[in-house]
Every structure is written in structure tokens, then in C-alpha cells.
């Protein structure tokens, strides 16, 4: 049988030849994306190559520092497991420390024990929430039954956070 026939018998041998072709798009998508990174460290390397001395030993420096801030492993108070994205941390309310934001928020859900149609939540601010929804299916529509205050507003940020932010700043 030839191909046509084939395409006349059944809408299902329309595309026989449809796994070569997602194959072809599949390569081409590979072989463009490892252009585009190729083309990337070319001009980050050509970015680099026109700084000064000094100004390529400052940056070696300050990837230097972020390096050694990432291997010091922190851990968090509540739990005890490591804090891989200290980004998402949050000071500890007794010692400032730093501690998984999900732990605090499974911490004050233990304390406050939401009822039925309630949910604690992060309103901002270092600030948690229980929320009352009259519908459960509606989260836009709620009312807040009680504020928590995590992270008051005039205690001392945390140190791990200046120096983080110190690091990763890229103003001068």
C-alpha cells in the first residue's frame, strides 16, 4: 500500500509521519536553547573582559562571599531541619533567628485551632491572620477574626537578613 492509501483509510494515519516531525521541533528547541546559552556567557564574558582589574577582583570577592553565606547551613528553631531558601525565612518571634515560614504558619495554626470555614493566613507585615470565609468556596470574601503579630514592626530586623540583602544588592 502507498501512503495515500494509507491517509484515506483512517483520520488516525493522517500525521504518520508525526513522531519525526516532534522529534525535528524537539532538536531544533534544544540545539536554540543551547544557542541562546552560549550566546549568554559569550556576553557575560565579553561584560567581564571590558571591567577593570579592580572591579572583576570586587566581583570575585562578592561571589566569593555569597558562596561561603550559601554553605553556612542554617537551621531552623521550630523544626530542626536545615533552611535551604533563607529568602523565605522567617525571624523567629523570641530569638530573631531565622525559621521556615511554613513552620510558623503550622505553629499558629496549632495555637489558634481555626474552626470550620476558618484558615490562618500571612496578611503582610510579619503579621498572620484567622480568617473567617462565609463561603468556603469564595476566598475573596472574608472577614478577619484575629491578628497575630509575628514580627513587630520595631523589633530589630534580623542580622542574617542584612547581611543577605548586603550580599545580594547589586547597588553600590
Request: overall charge positive.
Amino acid at each position: 500500500m502507498s501512503r495515500n492509501n494509507d491517509r484515506r483509510r483512517s483520520s488516525k494515519n493522517r500525521n504518520w509521519n508525526n513522531n519525526n516531525n516532534n522529534n525535528r521541533n524537539n532538536q531544533n528547541n534544544q540545539r536554540s536553547q543551547n544557542e541562546r546559552v552560549e550566546r549568554d556567557r559569550r556576553q557575560q564574558d565579553m561584560r567581564r573582559r571590558a571591567l577593570t582589574p579592580e572591579q572583576q577582583k570586587e566581583i570575585a570577592e562578592n561571589e566569593n562571599a555569597i558562596r561561603e553565606f550559601k554553605a553556612n547551613v542554617t537551621v531552623c528553631e521550630i523544626c530542626g531541619e536545615p533552611i535551604q531558601e533563607l529568602s523565605s525565612a522567617i525571624n523567629n518571634k523570641n530569638t530573631g533567628n531565622p525559621v521556615h515560614f511554613d513552620c510558623v504558619l503550622n505553629k499558629i495554626t496549632e495555637e489558634e485551632k481555626p474552626g470550620p470555614n476558618e484558615k490562618v493566613t500571612y496578611i503582610g507585615n510579619g503579621k498572620f491572620a484567622v480568617l473567617y470565609f462565609e463561603n468556603v468556596h469564595d476566598m475573596r470574601h472574608f472577614t478577619i477574626r484575629k491578628t497575630i503579630e509575628w514580627e513587630s514592626r520595631e523589633s530589630e530586623r534580623g542580622q542574617w537578613r542584612d547581611t543577605m540583602a548586603g550580599l545580594y544588592s547589586q547597588v553600590k
